[in-house]
Every structure is written in C-alpha cells, then in structure tokens.
C-alpha cells in the first residue's frame, strides 16, 4: 500500500479544503511574493479554465484541453491531476500536475532547449572532416585518389603523392 502524498504534511483533500490565502502562505517565498503582488489577467484566465477543468472532471466528463503560455504561474493544489499544455517556445508540452510540482513554476516542467545531437563526419561537414576516412578500404586506388587530391592542394607545382607518403 502507497503512502499518501503530503505538502508540507497536508494531503490534497486538506489543501483543497483551505483558503487560497492560507495556501499562498504555505508556498515557497518566491512564489508566495508573486501571488501576493496579484494576477494579471493571462493568469486569471488560466486559472479560470483550470476551475472550469476541475469541474468538468468532477462531473465525469473529460478534461477540457488547458494552454498556457505562463510560464511563471506556481502550481497550486487545484491543478494537481489536469493536464496542462505548457508554451516551451516553440510547441505546447504536455505536463501532467502531481502534487509534488507544488510551488514550483509550470514551466519548469517544459524544458525550451533540446539536446544537441552532431551529426557526422563527411563530406560537406567541414573543412576539418577531409581528413577523416570517409570508409575502411582495402581497395588501394582510393587511397591514392584521395591523396593525390590532397597533395594537389597542399603542394602545388608537381610534387607526387609519393613524397607525401612517410610510412
């Protein structure tokens, strides 16, 4: 048997059950500072549909889909179990709210950059992949093709690929 999730040694159904100012109070500082200065109407209205999802899940039917671009909105226990679309610069990320994202921002949970993959070597990648072996050949006129095109340009005026060779 699981162990009920708490914040701050409340579970969801007493939070529910409190104020919105007792909650705040409860909040990180950072958060608890940008809701007491107040919403501005984009946090209004998304706080709204998520009141308006809440119901409709309540009721039995299926949530209504929620998209944000507030990034900088702290996740209250009203979210927790909604599905809310989070901007991330480019898309809307899915972020399924559990009630350990309390006092932390939606966008935390969108991540706006993505890992860089480098592709690789070849030709047309850049001057420095010239020199790396495009495939293992045993075939020897590759090899002499390759360096003679090389020695073509780094020595100009009739040196063979033969006095480029030190084996």
Do not use: C
Request: no cysteine.
């Amino acid at each position: 048997m699981s162990e009920a999730k708490t914040y701050r040694g409340l579970t969801l159904e007493q939070l529910s059950s409190k104020s919105i100012d007792d909650i705040i109070e409860m909040l990180p500082s950072r958060a608890k500072r940008s809701l007491r200065r107040g919403l501005n109407p984009e946090t209004r209205k998304l706080l709204s549909s998520i009141r308006e999802a809440r119901r409709a899940v309540e009721e039995g039917k299926e949530q209504p889909l929620i998209k944000t671009h507030r990034r900088d909105m702290p996740v209250l226990p009203e979210m927790v179990g909604l599905k809310i679309m989070v901007h991330n610069g480019k898309e809307f990320v899915p972020v399924e709210v559990k009630m350990e994202m309390i006092g932390h921002y939606l966008g935390e949970y969108a991540i706006t950059n993505k890992k860089v993959v480098h592709g690789q070597p070849g030709v047309g990648a850049s001057r420095s992949s010239m020199y790396v072996p495009l495939r293992a050949s045993s075939d020897p006129t590759l090899w002499i093709n390759i360096l003679e095109k090389r020695t073509d340009e780094f020595w100009p005026g009739g040196h063979s690929w033969e006095s480029a060779i030190i084996f």
